[in-house]
């Protein structure tokens, strides 16, 4: 059962829709740099939860404010422009939401989703990355959300019977040389964790915690 009602769907819709076309048209993030600050943040986790404040007062804009914010504190977005940069400020006072915009479609279709399978954001994007959502704009944006919906359930079955290691490894678009060259393990040994053959959550301690560092996760987001 999910968190908040559905009453309060659309609100929530409407918020990461505005979010992140403020975070990227705005504010000028990529998209995916944009995301991790989200979901980094405790924001992912009241929606989540269905906090009453964030899903019925805060808008668009004003979380996408509060994500940057959050993000200025976290040693891993050190890239991050300070809120007291006049610039900054100035970009999120003229905002104006597009609701036309792929990035719009793609919070409000991430949304639904979630709020369907009664799935974390965290946990739907290892499993769909939001780049795959975003990909289907131009075929979807005037589809109805049963046929959406029908095609991330072929995406997230797909996805399921990949590994986490797998599926963390092609969202940074690394092959699996490169992965293992970085994180000092063996080719093979990485192959077969990926295929499942091997499991990871009896690997050496040094390989989960080089390849949690090598793939920007915690060990616990590698296990099976």
Known sequence: MSAYNNNYLGNVQSNLGSMLDCGVNTLEFGMRDFYNM????????KINKGDCYTI????????????VCHAMNNSNFIHVRKASDPAY???????????????????????????EKN???????????????????????DADELMINI??????????SKSKIKTRRELMGLSQTEIATRADIPVRTLQQYEQKRKNINNAKAIYLVNLSSVLHC?????ME
């Open 119 to 141: 799935i974390s954001y965290d946990e739907l994007d290892r499993l769909i990355p939001i780049e795959d959502i975003y990909a289907l704009y131009n075929d979807f944006k």
């Open 56 to 67: 019925c007062t805060l808008g668009g804009v004003e979380l996408a404010e509060y994500v």
């Open 151 to 160: 095609r991330l359930d072929e995406m997230l079955k797909s996805a399921s």
């Open 218 to 222: 915690e060990v616990r987001d590698l």
């Open 89 to 115: 400020n100035q970009q999120l006072s003229d905002a104006i939401i597009n609701v036309k915009s792929a990035e719009y479609w793609t919070g409000t279709v991430i949304a639904s989703y979630a709020w």
């Open 38 to 45: 989200f979901l980094s943040s405790d924001m992912s986790d």
